[in-house]
């Protein structure tokens, strides 16, 4: 079914990346709680935000990564992002990272396992189980997910395990960008001779947590080969992976459709919704599902 804007939907995807500002205008400020701008690195003075449903305990727990090509971005422009979160039960974790050029490559992905392990941590403080923490990013922070997903060496610098991880969520990410040829990622990403590194899709070995890829199949910014190649790498290593190409999606509205004037339009959140309960459920030693490859999200219409 065809994807159906309104005259609001596109104003927002104009107002910048995301239309965050508009976003979260519009985001409700009621049924949950915030514990903004919490330290979780005291040395490089890296701060997240807790977005917590009332009066919950042993709930499931999302760290989501922004978007903006590495080198832009805040989570205060994400609130939309917690309060969907936490409108599904969720502890919604918000964490901003270093970004180029203050760093490159893998520094702000250091940054990421820093935000998870404190999440680890100390989330049972705000309601949060570090028995079921999951990793969420869009473009360049769903590059971040992967990356702390799929390779072991991020977390165990951070001090912790990537067996912490119950699951990762990637929207419309980069997993497979090589060549790359823009100047300003070369130096993201520099020395050429490091560039393989920053593929996720080259450490598939089907030892990753259940992962689930969603990507818009109109994405005008990553295309949507990087989702269908690192699906398949990670099915043929024999890893845990689900899929979601939704026609007519943009790479803009797939984070925005989570938003509370917007996420009434597609599957987005529940998606997200269904794959953290389902393995937030799952006992540690369940046997995985057979990978679903390719399947089909169909966007609802406009109520």
Not at 33 to 47: F, M, S, T
Request: hydrophobic share 40%; with cysteine.
């Amino acid at each position: 079914m065809r994807l159906l804007l309104t005259g609001l939907t596109a104003l927002m995807l104009l107002a910048g990346c995301t239309g965050s500002g508009t976003l979260n205008a519009l985001t409700p400020t009621s049924g949950y709680d915030v514990a903004a701008n919490v330290l979780y690195d005291q040395g490089k003075n890296l701060r997240l935000d807790i977005y917590s449903p009332r009066q919950v305990q042993n709930a499931p727990v999302v760290v989501f990564f922004f978007g903006g090509r590495w080198s832009e971005g805040r989570k205060e422009d994400y609130k939309f992002v917690g309060e969907a979160l936490a409108s599904r039960g969720f502890i919604g974790v918000v964490a901003d990272y270093r970004l180029y050029p203050q760093v490159r490559f893998p520094e702000f992905v250091d940054d990421g396992a820093r935000a998870v392990a404190w999440t680890h941590n100390n989330i049972s403080t705000y309601g949060g189980s570090p028995d079921k923490v999951f990793v969420m990013g869009h473009s360049s922070g769903a590059h971040i997910a992967a990356m702390l997903a799929i390779k072991d060496e991020f977390m165990v610098r951070a001090g912790g395990s990537r067996a912490w991880l119950r699951g990762m969520i990637g929207l419309a990410g980069p997993y497979d960008f090589m060549p790359i040829t823009d100047p300003t990622l070369r130096d993201v990403f520099a020395p050429p001779e490091k560039f393989e590194q920053s593929q996720p899709i080259l450490y598939a070995e089907g030892d990753n947590p259940p992962i689930l890829l969603m990507h818009g199949e109109d994405d005008e910014i990553v295309w949507v080969k990087n989702t269908r190649n690192f699906a398949a790498a990670i099915k043929k290593a024999g890893g845990a992976i689900e899929t979601v190409i939704y026609p007519k999606m943009s790479h803009r509205l797939i984070i925005a459709s989570l938003s509370k004037p917007l996420r009434g339009q597609t599957d987005v959140l529940n998606h997200v919704s269904e794959f953290v309960n389902r393995w937030a459920a799952a006992p540690r030693t369940a046997d995985r599902p057979p990978s679903q490859d390719g399947v089909q999200g169909i966007p609802m219409p406009l109520e």
